[in-house]
């Protein structure tokens, strides 16, 4: 069965190099988007969202904080701005970001950039996804 080389490149680090996946379902801007083996090059804007994979039968999950793909010859490769595996996530932590930014929008505050503080929320809401993803994959 072909595979993908999937690349997760940050501006502060490589998350993941060329590891051979199965499928990719990726937080497209338009909507999420599935990428198999053989797929039609493409450059795809990102949003903030989940982005799934399977390794030989077995989904993973990480985070995705806007960017792009880019998709030609069984070759994925994901430019953003900030990504964690599922793994990385504090649930204690994540918890406590949802709830600042969650209290920030509440507040509006005269010196408040609510554009950031939407951006918090939008981090933080895909922690927690990837948290309940987790903690429902223990079960």
């Not at 077995?58 to 995705?64: I, Q």
Request: charged share 30%; glycine share 4%; aromatic share 6%.
């Amino acid at each position: 069965m072909k595979k993908i080389n999937m690349t997760v490149l940050t501006p502060d680090r490589p998350l993941l190099s060329n590891v051979e996946v199965d499928s990719i379902v990726i937080p497209a801007f338009e909507g999420e988007m599935g990428i198999l083996p053989d797929h039609a090059p493409i450059v795809v804007q990102l949003k903030e969202g989940i982005l799934k994979y399977t390794v030989s039968g077995v989904n993973e999950f990480l985070s995705v904080f806007w960017g792009f793909a880019y998709v030609k010859n069984n070759e994925v490769v994901i430019l953003t701005e900030m990504s964690e595996l599922m793994k990385e996530i504090n649930e204690e932590r994540a918890r406590q970001e949802f709830q600042k930014a969650k209290d920030a929008i509440t507040m509006k505050g005269a010196d408040m950039d609510m554009d950031t503080a939407q951006a918090s929320l939008k981090k933080a809401l895909v922690r927690m996804k990837l948290v309940e993803i987790r903690n429902k994959s223990k079960v």
